[in-house]
């Protein structure tokens, strides 16, 4: 259904919950120009719908409209998932006159002086406004995403006001998922229970006022949830993550997974990796599955949850998402994320090239 093209891993943001790998890809290793077009070629010939250009920051590459125009000519739905602090006016006008359908821009918080110390970036929130504003004037489908935690989650209200001042369709309320940069930040970011309980009930009641007139998207963090998210709607069954470099990833964390190798662009076809790569054959379907998930009735609702997760909390790939409350680590995981939400409000690492 989908393809994630983070062409670049550049980005004049640190945030210290990027999805990036912490091993963050040089420019002078990114697939060129042409690259980028022969998988959108590739990526159309194999029925993909939807191209969702990321990064890093996708705005610091200057062959994005380039990108964006051959996307569209070869009948794909295009997205910029972007920060909004590189898009101007004119650079606006090149992507829109390229065909962009869709732009979703992210929001550290709503406070100027929060969203500068969690960014690393100053005055980006006064950036982000202007940007959200020229996209609604273009006519332009938009997202406003914001990543929340415990640092920003009280602000919940005013995050939804931004999204409905700016004119969006839609935000995202997107709690942090903790693997790589998150991971080494938790006790920055974890929120406590009482704040995700408050945060829930707001939700419901603005969705109520709202109408649909904003769609407020909204999942209940893992470490406090029941059930797992069926994370990428199931491992290789509808989403691919290509990665600055051309590495074929069937999610965005993928490469935290050591004993998977990953198949490159350079070297083989995109039908090729999707059909017979054995890191996508790894966790698809339901036969690599534990044997309580494999006799689950929801064994294909939740298709075994998040496998980035499941290492990161048991050190194995192939465990039982500790985010279901069948796991038998379910209890220490709300066990854990409480003792995280009590912890230092510093954070560790700020997501940098070169630092690991
Ligand atoms: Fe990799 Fe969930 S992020 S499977």
């Not at 006064?126 to 935690?149: C, F, Y």
């Not at 309320?173 to 009482?194: C, E, F, S």
Request: hydrophobic share 45%.
């Amino acid at each position: 259904m989908a393809l994630l093209a983070e062409i670049t891993h550049r980005c004049p943001l640190q945030c210290p919950y990027c999805s990036n790998p912490v091993e963050l890809a040089r420019t002078a290793a990114e697939m060129g120009t042409g690259e980028w077009l022969r998988l959108i070629d590739e990526a159309a010939s194999l029925g993909i719908l939807q191209i969702h250009f990321s990064g890093g920051e996708p705005m610091a590459r200057s062959d994005l409209p380039r990108l964006v125009r051959h996307a569209r000519a070869a009948g794909l739905y295009t997205n910029l998932i972007t920060s909004g602090v590189l898009l101007d006016r004119e650079r606006l006008e090149a992507l829109t006159e390229a065909g962009i359908d869709h732009v979703q821009i992210s929001i550290q918080d709503t406070d100027p002086a929060n969203a500068d110390k969690i960014s690393a970036y100053p005055n980006g929130l006064v950036k982000k406004r202007a940007a959200a504003l020229l996209v609604h004037e273009a006519g332009l489908a938009l997202t406003i995403n914001a990543v929340v935690h415990r640092q920003n989650l009280d602000r919940l209200h005013e995050m939804i006001a931004f999204a409905e001042a700016v004119g969006a369709e839609r935000i995202e309320v997107a709690h942090v998922q903790y693997y790589g940069w998150a991971l080494k930040n938790r006790d920055y970011l974890m929120p406590t229970i009482d704040q995700l309980e408050a945060a829930t009930a707001l939700v419901e009641a603005e969705r109520r006022r709202l109408g649909g007139r904003l769609v407020i998207d909204y999942v209940i963090p893992d470490y406090y949830a029941r059930r797992p998210k069926a994370c990428m709607g199931g491992w290789g069954r509808r989403f691919i993550n290509v990665s600055p470099t051309g590495n074929v990833l069937p999610c965005h964390a993928a490469e935290t997974i050591p004993n998977l190798t990953f198949a490159n662009l350079r070297e083989r076809s995109l039908a090729e990796i999707w059909e017979n790569d054995p890191a996508f054959a790894a966790f698809r379907g339901t036969d690599w599955m534990p044997a309580a998930c494999r006799a689950c009735d929801r064994r294909e609702i939740d298709w075994g949850g998040c496998r980035c997760q499941a290492l990161a909390l048991t050190g194995d790939a192939a465990a039982m998402d500790p985010a279901c409350d069948r796991s038998d680590l379910h209890g220490s995981l709300f066990a854990l994320a409480q003792k995280a939400a009590g912890g230092e409000p510093v954070i560790r690492a700020y997501r940098r090239i070169g630092v690991k």
